[in-house]
């Protein structure tokens, strides 16, 4: 599979709203340790929240792809 990380998008298979597979698949991360750090930063009362929802609301979904 072949993947576009020269743009940011939120992945059309995400949990919530796609934005931590997004950003794991443009950094090259596994999903599962961005949904944990986000969770933890999140319960520690940082600003992840709002980064979470900024994102969501600013990042566009994935394009549809032709072989799918």
């Given amino acids: 599979m072949q993947t576009n990380n020269n ?3 939120r992945t ?4 919530v709203a796609g934005v931590c597979g ?3 698949e443009f950094f090259g991360l ?4 961005v949904r944990l750090m986000t969770l933890i930063l999140i ?3 940082g600003l992840s929240l709002w980064v979470y929802i900024i994102l969501w609301l600013i ?3 994935a394009p549809q792809r032709l072989n799918e």
């Fill in 30 to 33: 596994n999903v599962s340790l």
């Fill in 22 to 24: 997004g950003v794991a």
């Fill in 59 to 61: 990042v566009p979904k």
């Fill in 12 to 15: 059309r298979d995400g949990i």
């Fill in 43 to 45: 319960l520690a009362g």
């Fill in 7 to 9: 743009r940011l998008y």
